[in-house]
């Protein structure tokens, strides 16, 4: 079931940058949202997240410094700012929501239908 809608993707140049943008039903404004990117034949990568309140936004070490993870609680949209781009940042970009803050793909309960991200020189 889709619930979330993601935009933002397209195609870059290695060191440029992109913002994604999570657009969520209310229903799931006190939930925790998190980025993951899949490319095809791999599982699910965790990109980011960020708990309801903003305090917890764990991230890999491949994205660390470079992506980092917004909440706008107004327009209750999660956005995610990619800097230095890098060809293996390549794939689909996933918004999901959960009740709980985890790296795990498997803890969030709804997602949207991802975006396309291409880094290519």
């Known amino acids: 079931q889709v619930d979330l809608v993601e935009s933002g993707g397209g195609l870059v140049q290695p060191g440029g940058s992109l913002r994604l943008t999570c657009v969520a039903p209310?229903?799931?404004?006190?939930?925790?949202k998190a980025w993951f990117r899949q490319v095809p034949g791999k599982d699910r990568e965790f990109v980011a997240a960020?708990?309801?309140?903003?305090?917890?936004?764990p991230y890999p070490d491949s994205v660390k410094g470079r992506f980092f993870i917004f909440r706008d609680y107004h327009n209750n949209t999660v956005d995610l700012q990619m800097n230095s781009l890098k060809p293996e940042d390549t794939g689909v970009y996933y918004c999901?929501?959960?009740?709980?803050?985890?790296?795990?793909?498997?803890?969030?309960?709804?997602w949207g239908q991802g975006t396309q991200v291409t880094v290519v020189s």
């Open positions: 960020i708990s309801w309140s903003g305090d917890r936004t």
């Open positions: 209310g229903r799931f404004r006190t939930y925790a």
């Open positions: 999901a929501a959960g009740t709980v803050v985890a790296t795990e793909s498997s803890s969030y309960s709804h």
